[in-house]
């Protein structure tokens, strides 16, 4: 199960101030890009604070024995603010608080008992220990999770090379060829589940209008619910309908691009040849400063 690799969760945090000790998360970008990297171990609460207080003990023991992981407690539901008291009297400095009010992390795991324990690598999860499980369990499987290493594919290696060429379908259900797609071209690889993705996109009056736009999906059309399909059009609107395109293709076109995070923004030159790669930044600014310069040094050779 994949965290942060097309990456990322679908996760929303509202803004709440630090309380106590524990760093309380309030950037959904904070979250995401630090949740991409490293070792992290994910506590899932949600209901009834009272009757976590034994897991919530074992999760700060933990904390201090494997130093080389970040710890994490999710707040999921309505009931956050005694939650959050009670995670906080009982917890060091050491753990983190993410309150996710409308549980739609714990809902994108498709979470129903907790608490539950999940263990990533790098956006990665390697472990899942849902309840009932011991203190003795969690130490086990935190120490297991400390052998794994999680390689993902370097899409940056393709950069001089030819774009490979994938079929995919239309917002109108019709079939097409990536080879049709007229050129300069930018193709935005991205996961439908993850919201803040969009919103570090470059904005539509920074992209040259030259440039031709697709939007990639490796989905089908009916898989994608329709609050998603309300945002892709809403970005094609922005981006300029007239060239921008929404295709869903197969997960065969992602091996191709050696695709592992979302957003990954992929610049092919008027000559077929990809000339720039951003692989999972989540910062509008810094992806868009890239793209100009990028977009600058192109060959500027006739289209075809």
């Known amino acids: 199960m994949v965290l942060a690799a097309l ?3 679908v996760l929303l945090v509202l803004p709440f101030s630090v309380c106590g000790q524990t760093l309380l998360y309030d950037s959904t970008s904070d979250i995401l890009s630090e949740l991409a990297i490293g070792r992290w171990a994910l506590l899932f609460l949600a209901g009834d604070s009272a009757s976590y207080t034994s897991t919530i003990d074992w999760f700060g023991r933990a904390s201090d024995a494997f130093t080389e992981i970040r710890f994490l407690v999710v ?33 994108s795991l498709e979470l129903t008992t907790y608490p539950a324990c999940f263990i990533s690598v790098d956006g990665v999860f390697v472990r899942e220990l849902i309840w009932p499980f011991s203190e ?12 794994v290493e999680v390689v993902f594919p370097d899409p940056t290696t393709l950069v ?25 071209l930018l193709l935005v690889f991205i996961n439908p589940d993850c919201y803040p993705c969009l919103d570090v996109l470059p904005l539509g009056p920074d ?3 030259f440039l031709s ?15 998603q399909l309300q945002r892709l059009t809403a970005l094609r609107q922005d981006l300029g309908a007239e060239r921008t395109a929404i295709a869903f293709t197969s997960r065969n076109t992602l091996v191709a691009y050696s695709i592992a995070r979302s957003p990954t923004l992929v610049l092919v030159s008027t ?18 400063d890239e793209l100009q310069v990028a977009i600058a040094a192109m060959d500027n050779s006739p289209r075809r």
């Open 207 to 209: 992209i040259p209008r």
């Open 7 to 9: 990456a990322c969760s």
């Open 271 to 288: 000559t077929g040849t990809i000339v720039w790669i951003a692989d999972g930044v989540l910062d509008r600014k810094m992806v868009t």
């Open 213 to 227: 736009i697709a939007i990639i999906l490796a989905a089908t059309q009916a898989s994608i619910d329709e609050t």
């Open 136 to 147: 003795a369990r969690l130490l086990r499987s935190l120490a297991e999770s400390l052998l």
């Open 75 to 107: 707040a999921s539901g309505d009931s956050l603010v005694g939650l959050v008291d009670v995670i906080d009297s009982r917890l060091s400095g050491s753990v983190s608080v993410l309150a996710d009010p409308q549980s739609q992390l714990a809902d």
């Open 160 to 184: 001089g090379s030819l774009a490979p060429t994938f079929n995919y379908e239309d917002s109108d259900g019709l079939r097409h060829s990536s080879a049709d797609m007229p050129l300069p």
